[in-house]
């Protein structure tokens, strides 16, 4: 299923510059393919997942938490080797029941970080599983409706300078986001929490569906401390310097499809008793929209990642995982090309980006071989 240009009554923030008009000049070139034994207990998608650079080497690997076997497996790409961290759930070292919405961070092989949802608590773990420090990071227990850290394989929370920062989810509805910071900021030494960059205005102004609709994904660059963002239903990739606190936007729109349209020109509409939660999520899955952003340090380029989702006919007809596509972008945020991937054949979650090139996971592939997985591999290359 490929999306085509789709247009909406609601357009506000439309333009053609850097949408749908572009200097289309770069596009993704298959260079090669990159496969990893997965043993019986391995899935072929895990909630939380990485492509990290080891911070004691030049190395890159790829690691997944098991939730089904409660362990950390890691594999370095460079020479394919496999392994693993069983995590204990009780005692000295225990880490808590092992959810299937808990997520990890790899360092290198001797440092791990792992963050149990239910508890709110962040785990410095070593090779052996054993803690070397852990930190709750929010107190569920004050009532207060503040945003709940939900870090994923897609949205991983990062450790810099002993800061951590995590994307968060609604709690609950509120009547003004101006204030209300979804990057949940916690100091390891100072063992405080902050709650940072509010969503953009048009979070203020109506109701826009399913609570994904209502996520902050972003990038984290630790050469100068700035986040950049992108939320599924603006057009506008953002850009926040910590230091001096200033934001900026540039519009990114996709070509694909014209504007994300809301569900409702409401904003009271979330606060009602009677709400139909599953028409949100028919209305949501159904209306194409804007995912996670990703930077590629080796070509200086950002991809921002946009859902091409299935008309409502098609999903009443089974269609259930919408083709995703790729816009490639300057420092400068300058659209520079896009590019469609069939949800048949590529995930859309399974992404990452290494020395060799951006590495999108194969489904197709997955589905003839479970003993295995396969990335194919990606460079971007300048249109003659």
Known sequence: MLGCAKTTSYDPFYQEDNGAVFNDVVAFEEVEKITLPLDKNSAFRHYSFGFNKSNTSSDYYYSFLNEYEKSIVYYNLKNRKIKKIVLKEEGRNGVGNLSGVSAHLFKNENDFYYYNEYTATLFNLDSLGNIKSKHKIKDYKTGKAFPSPEPSGINPFVVFNNVAYFSCSLSQPQNDYSDYGMILKYDLKKETTDYIVPFPDLYNKDFWGSSFRYLTYFYFDTNNEKMTLTYPVSPFVYSVDLKNKTKDSVYVGSKHFKTVEPM???????????????????????????????????????????????????????????????????????????????????????????????????KDLYNTNEDEITFSVFNPIKKS
């Open 264 to 362: 409702r020109l409401d904003l009271e509409y979330a606060f009602k008793q009677d709400r139909n939660f599953k028409q949100e999520d028919e209305f949501s899955l159904t209306n194409s929209d804007y995912f996670r952003i990703i930077y590629d340090e080796y070509n200086n380029y950002y991809y921002r990642f946009a859902l091409v989702r299935p008309t409502l006919e098609e999903k009443r007809r089974g269609v259930v995982f919408p083709d995703f596509s790729i816009i490639i972008l300057n420092k400068n945020f300058e659209k520079l090309g896009e590019q469609v991937f069939s949800s048949s054949v590529y995930d859309n979650n399974t992404v990452g980006v290494t020395d060799k090139g951006l590495l999108i996971a194969r």
